[in-house]
Antibody
Framework: EVQLVQSGAEVKTPGESLRISCKASGYSFFTYWINWVRQMPGKGLEWMGRIDPSDSYTIYSPSFQGHVSISADKSINTAYLQWSGLRASDSAMYYC??????????????WGQGSMVTVSS | SYVLTQPPSVSVAPEQTARITCVGNNIRSKNVHWYQQKPGQAPVVVVSDDSVRPSGIPERFSGSNSGNTATLTITRVEAGDEADYYCQVWDNISDHPVFGPGTKVIVL
């Protein structure tokens, strides 16, 4: 079965670091880009960035550039989303989703179950 | 960046037809994907490339795209179709995906 399994919920205080994960199975990890999408409570979907697991080439949305880091470990078929200094406004659900090729023709066809991040003092 | 507009909500009685619009400048030149998100769940693609239904998605879901408006149509609506629906396109200028704000389908 093709699936993306994300790490569990996290509760952090402002300023802390955090890395959440997205483990792929059931397909060739190198074949699909992995995207990260934020959903704040009661709000819509926001694209954060994507990574090509074959070479770790990464592109970020300007809204998130410099605040998050996306990486991948192809030896364990896992992509990561990382913060070095969390803010309360980072409290949200985060989804990973795969896409065959960036561009017009390929939807985000498989999504992870989501990782809830709560940042509170 | 490219902007998409969706109605906040659409109300429909069971067995009737729901139409969810997604408006964008000359959207007909783009491929539109539609995602369904039920409460507490991850999004699921229900229509891709304007009108392609992925495996496992009921035939009741269909899509069209013309002019400045793409439309997701759900026929014979069921209670289980109650969800948020998001359209998504690719912004070729920024090389980024863009999501619409989402439409809540309410089954009366």
């Amino acid at each position: 079965e093709v699936q993306l399994v994300q790490s569990g919920a996290e509760v952090k205080t402002p300023g802390e670091s955090l890395r959440i994960s997205c483990k792929a199975s059931g397909y060739s990890f190198f074949t699909y880009w992995i995207n990260w999408v934020r959903q704040m409570p009661g709000k819509g979907l926001e694209w954060m960035g994507r990574i090509d697991p074959s070479d770790s080439y990464t592109i970020y949305s300007p809204s998130f550039q410099g605040h998050v880091s996306i990486s991948a470990d192809k030896s364990i078929n896992t992509a990561y989303l990382q913060w070095s200094g969390l803010r309360a406004s980072d409290s949200a659900m985060y989804y990973c989703a795969r896409q065959l090729e960036p561009g017009d023709h390929d939807a985000f066809d498989i999504w992870g179950q989501g990782s809830m991040v709560t940042v509170s003092s | 960046s490219y902007v998409l507009t969706q109605p906040p909500s659409v109300s429909v009685a069971p067995e009737q037809t729901a139409r969810i619009t997604c408006v964008g400048n000359n959207i007909r030149s783009k491929n539109v994907h539609w995602y369904q998100q039920k409460p507490g769940q991850a999004p699921v693609v229900v229509v891709s490339d304007d009108s392609v239904r992925p495996s496992g998605i009921p035939e009741r879901f269909s899509g069209s795209n013309s002019g400045n408006t793409a439309t997701l149509t759900i026929t014979r609506v069921e209670a289980g179709d109650e969800a948020d629906y998001y359209c998504q396109v690719w912004d070729n200028i920024s090389d980024h995906p863009v999501f619409g704000p989402g439409t809540k389908v309410i089954v009366l």
